[in-house]
């Protein structure tokens, strides 16, 4: 009897420690962490590049995080493409291994990734617009928005799906000018076709990123990666907004910190 008594005993003291024990405290954010997570704010919520609606009219700004979450099939076109085949699957296969997507290369008919290398990628735009034409839903729209970057921008890409309605990303087109220089090739590729994948605005000019149109950086950096590996983490979803996404950002962007990188990244 008295033996049993003192097994009770022992038990109900456990429990009531464990009742009384204080909790584990919440890790401090550090500065690093503070800064990654704005620069994942401003390009996955931000829009510096045109992003088009179910209507086909480009939107000045995202509400909802947009990502990719069916296989890629990308295809390159232009005379030219060839000398940049290389680059290129390079590259898409970094991104494969970054996101865990599924890249794989096709023939144009059978992409949704559409990357086009010309002298001047906005004659080429109307040149093979037959290509993605069935994704132009507002004709008019589309045809004003390529005049207005005609004015100004080297390369850019254009993506459908995503926003507003909360869908994946399906379709994307990239237009990549080959005649300033390989320097110039290599940073509109590796910008423009990782924008599409989701992460559509630029970050200020002094970033150390291949998001910053500074042009210092033609190659993702350790930043980038990290940026990308967030966004393509199971679980932010397509449609999420900032206030349900940062809590979730913040918690994969710590165990990415604390784990190994991807081979090959």
């Known amino acids: 009897m008295v033996k049993g008594r003192f097994r009770r005993a022992c038990i109900s003291l456990a429990v009531l420690l464990a009742g009384c024990a204080s909790p584990?405290?919440?890790?401090?954010e550090s500065p690093e962490e503070r800064a990654l997570l704005a620069d994942f704010q401003r390009v996955v919520y931000g829009?510096?590049?045109?992003?088009l609606g179910n209507s086909g009219e480009a939107r000045p700004r995202r509400d909802h995080l947009a990502k990719w979450e069916t296989p890629?099939?990308?295809a390159l076109i232009g005379a030219q493409s060839g000398l940049y085949e290389p680059a290129t699957r390079r590259h898409l296969e970094e991104l494969g291994r970054l996101t865990g997507l599924d890249i794989a290369e096709a023939s144009p008919a059978a992409a949704n990734l559409l990357i086009f290398f010309a002298e001047d990628p906005f004659e080429a735009a109307r040149r093979h617009r037959a290509l993605f034409?069935?994704?132009?839903?507002?004709?008019r729209s589309f045809d004003a928005l390529l005049a207005r970057m005609e004015e100004s921008a080297t390369c850019f890409g254009l993506l459908w799906g995503g926003w507003p309605s909360g869908r994946g990303i399906d379709f994307s087109v990239v237009f990549i000018r080959t005649g300033r220089g390989g320097r110039t090739v290599q940073g509109c590729l590796v910008q423009e076709t990782t924008q599409v994948l989701g992460l559509m605005h630029d970050l200020e000019p002094e970033a150390d990123s291949v998001f910053s149109d500074s042009g210092r950086?033609?190659?993702?950096?350790?930043?980038?990666?990290?940026?990308l590996r967030l966004l393509y983490d199971a679980r932010l979803k397509p449609g999420m907004g900032w206030a349900e996404a940062e809590p979730l950002a913040r918690t994969a962007l710590r165990e990415i910190q604390a784990g190994p990188a991807p081979a090959g990244g």
Request: hydrophobic share 50%; proline share 13%.
């Open 24 to 28: 584990a405290p919440a890790p401090v």
């Open 47 to 51: 829009a510096a590049r045109p992003v």
């Open 133 to 139: 034409a069935h994704r132009i839903m507002d004709p």
């Open 217 to 227: 950086q033609v190659d993702l950096t350790g930043r980038d990666r990290i940026l």
């Open 72 to 74: 890629i099939r990308a």
